[in-house]
């Protein structure tokens, strides 16, 4: 069973220039997630979607940040403008169960 | 928001030894209680899970303890292996899906 992907794998952009992040869930699976780690912490939740709706958004800061999953299936998350703690891993997940959630290899962000 | 209370931040074990990483968290509204591993430059994985219906769970080398009363549970990994050393988080469920706790590094040495 293929995992999930994400794309880039790294990104390294100055401030206030925008990027985007790519993520292809485990087929079949409904739920997806989108997490920030910053360095030595756990990961937080950005924004959750089930299917191609969102149930979970209240820790996105909906100013820079947006996603949006399209279909149902694949999602992309976008920052714009960047600022300088932006820079963290942004891990994308998906699962059929709310707890066992399968995590892509994550996208390493460093804004200058 | 649930709260999620790891400890130790980091932990140096000796090849074979025991390693405990405890977990505290504080609301019991949901019913599962993961514990995932982080290796650098991966993402976490899934290692093992409890349901508080039980107060242990063994999968191999990895054991979850559980105290609901006490609102606590804890990883042990037993005959520790240099391969264990990775980042260890308990998670809970929360108004999210789940909390993560800050992680646990754990080194196994020779």
């Known amino acids: 069973e293929a995992g999930v992907a994400q794309s880039p794998r790294y990104k390294i952009i100055e401030k206030r220039q925008s990027v985007a992040f790519w993520c292809n869930p485990i087929?079949?699976?409904?739920?997806l997630y989108w997490y920030q780690q910053i360095l030595g912490q756990g990961p937080k939740l950005l924004i959750q979607?089930?299917?191609?709706?969102?149930?979970?958004d209240s820790q996105l800061p909906k100013d820079r940040f947006s996603a949006e999953r399209l279909k149902g299936v694949d999602s992309t998350l976008k920052i714009q403008p960047a600022k300088l703690e932006d820079s963290a891993v942004y891990l994308c997940?998906?699962?059929?169960?709310?707890?066992?959630?399968?995590f892509g290899p994550g996208t390493r962000l460093t804004v200058l | 928001q649930q709260q999620v209370k790891q400890s130790p931040q980091s932990l140096i074990v000796q090849k074979g030894g025991i390693s405990i990483i405890n977990c505290a968290y504080e609301?019991?509204?949901?019913?599962?209680f993961p514990w995932y591993q982080q290796f650098p430059g991966k993402g976490p994985a899934l290692l093992i899970a409890?349901?508080?219906?039980?107060s242990e769970k063994k999968e191999g080398r990895f054991t979850i303890s559980f105290n609901k009363s006490a609102k606590q549970f804890s990883l042990h990994i037993m005959d520790s292996q240099p391969g264990d050393s990775a980042t260890y988080f308990c998670?809970?469920?929360?108004?999210?899906?789940?909390?993560f706790g800050k992680g646990t590094r754990l080194s196994v040495i020779a």
């Open positions: 979607f089930q299917n191609n709706g969102v149930v979970d």
């Open positions: 998670a809970a469920p929360g108004n999210t899906p789940l909390v």
């Open positions: 087929s079949g699976h409904a739920t």
């Open positions: 409890i349901r508080p219906d039980v």
């Open positions: 997940a998906s699962s059929l169960l709310p707890g066992e959630q399968f």
């Open positions: 609301n019991t509204a949901f019913d599962y």
